[in-house]
């Protein structure tokens, strides 16, 4: 391969042409099951005919204007997104790393605005993806994300998942709050405790800081509910959202109470593409369709046929995959064989799929998958779990 593409990415040697629903199709004319969806990102399927015909519409009118004026798509999609959630407010970016950022800076200035400036460290979990940015960086505090890239941004401090007493033991003066992902995505789909969740809630209530949760890739109906928090009873004061809000059309962004975001003021925070008239278009359609009727118990419904179909296979393959794992459509295999080796067996079996920490294997189908589309995937995960025996 000879691209003058800058090579951050192990690639594999495939590219998409076109997608229909839960199906890419390569430049060879192959067809693939997405069970990758650009990363939980693409979870209407490809090319679905209302979000096709929304952004057409809008691609005809007016792209961008910027936030110095009024963009009533951008007004309408906030108001829905509050009616929806805990939220009062909605700041709009381009991208997971750009809502974490903003959370992270959002906390900073509650603190800052509510008269405790001194208070501004962050506390993580251990596993933790925020993205890529160097302050989302040193919130993951991944030691081979960090490497090389100079001084690891100040103000984060790290503990193990489900650990109260180290969470305790954290929270000191100077912690403004605490980030938290209701499942761990690249660190591997944990998902955590409800108890557990309950519990940090109550922590940051007793120590006047923030409760802040990244749904980049667990929001926009993932777990079976427009929100991972709603399965937990619990309410951040603020929340990130990005991958699967626009189905692929980069959009982001930050959810939070009234309370939260009192100090984002006039010429606090910014984004020239932030919520532009066409990402926005996207976005509205979306949720048009997760908010219809049934949506949600879809995907809950089929997520349960999916699990007992999975259980089968294990029980035929135990020397493969170990255990699953995973709330709603965000599926994790444990493997016994290395994680990469089952990605590429089920490739080959046309069925893509993407790797996590910890050994996983993770299955992220598009939200309007069907019962017809699990057997066949199941099929592919049976037949890629009979060739990796044999060579075994
Ligand atoms: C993907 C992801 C991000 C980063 O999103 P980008 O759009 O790649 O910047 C942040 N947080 C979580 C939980 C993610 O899954």
Avoid at 201 to 211: A, S, V
Avoid at 227 to 241: K, N, Q, R
Wanted: glycine share 12%; aromatic share 6%.
């Amino acid at each position: 391969m000879n691209s003058k593409v800058m090579p951050t990415y192990g690639r594999v040697e495939i590219s998409f042409e076109k997608g229909e629903g839960a199906y890419l199709f390569d430049d060879q004319g192959n067809r693939y099951l997405d069970f990758c969806t650009g990363i939980a990102t693409a979870s209407l399927g490809h090319c679905h005919p209302h979000l096709v015909e929304a952004l057409t519409e809008q691609a005809g009118k007016v792209w961008h204007t910027s936030n110095l004026f009024r963009i009533p798509g951008q007004e309408r999609l906030a108001e829905r997104l509050v009616e929806n959630s805990f939220a009062d407010q909605v700041f709009f970016c381009n991208s997971g790393a750009e809502a974490s950022e903003g959370c992270i800076k959002m906390a900073r200035k509650y603190q800052s605005a509510t008269g405790h400036p001194e208070r501004y460290r962050i506390i993580t979990i251990d596993g933790a993806f925020h993205g890529r940015t160097l302050a989302t960086l040193a919130a993951g505090g991944k030691p081979e994300h960090l490497d090389g890239f100079g001084p690891v941004v100040e103000g984060f401090d790290h503990v193990p998942a489900g650990d109260l007493a180290a969470m305790e033991a954290a929270i000191g003066p100077e912690t403004a709050a605490i980030f938290v992902e209701a499942v761990q995505g690249e660190g591997g789909v944990n998902v955590m405790d409800t108890t557990y969740l309950k519990a940090l809630r109550k922590l940051c209530d007793d120590n006047e800081i923030l409760m802040m949760m990244d749904e980049v890739q667990t929001g926009m109906g993932r777990t079976g509910t427009l929100f991972a928090y709603e399965w937990e009873g619990v309410t951040p004061d603020i929340m990130g959202l990005a991958k699967a809000l626009g189905n692929g059309m980069p959009i982001g962004a930050i959810l939070a109470t009234e309370s939260a975001a009192v100090g984002m003021t006039p010429g606090t925070h910014g984004s020239t593409y932030g919520g532009n008239p066409l990402a926005v278009a996207a976005a509205n359609a979306v949720l048009d369709v997760m908010l219809e009727d049934g949506f949600m118990d879809h995907v809950k419904g089929i997520s349960g046929h999916m699990m007992q179909r999975i259980s089968g296979v294990i029980d035929a393959h135990p020397e493969i995959i170990e255990s699953v794992r995973g709330q709603g459509l965000l599926i994790g295999l444990k493997c016994k064989v290395t994680n990469g080796d089952l990605v590429d067996a089920l490739r080959d079996e046309g069925l893509l799929t993407v790797g996590a920490a910890d050994n996983i294997v993770r299955l992220i189908p598009p939200l309007i998958i069907d019962e017809s589309q699990i057997d066949e995937a199941m099929a592919a995960l049976d037949r890629a779990c009979e060739k990796l025996e044999k060579a075994g």
